[in-house]
């Protein structure tokens, strides 16, 4: 079965890759006002993620995240596909 699996983000990685003060600087939003947040606010952040013992963090909007070893991978309906070629073929 083919399935779609979302790109994850190595929370030490991203921690180690960014230690210049300020690269951090809207890496991440607030997913309630949409404002990016600001280097002390990203870094407290992903303390906090390593703090709740999560290793990787989701970077496309996933709904079967595992904070351990990333996406856990989501099936794709092959029948929904095929149905929606018949109808492109029939449109003449
Ligand atoms: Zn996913």
Redesign the pocket.
């Known amino acids: 079965m083919s399935q779609?699996?979302?790109m994850h983000a190595d929370i030490r990685g991203m921690l180690d890759h960014h230690r210049r003060k300020g690269s951090l600087k809207g890496v991440f939003k607030n997913t309630e006002t949409g404002i990016g947040l600001s280097d002390q606010e990203a870094r407290d952040y992903l303390y906090d993620c390593l703090a709740k013992g999560w290793r990787v963090l989701p970077v496309d909007g996933?709904d079967?995240?595992d904070y351990q070893t990333g996406?856990k991978g989501?099936p794709i309906d092959a029948d929904d596909n095929s149905e929606n070629k018949k109808e492109a073929t029939n449109s003449t």
């Open positions: 779609t699996i979302h996933c079967n995240f996406c989501h």
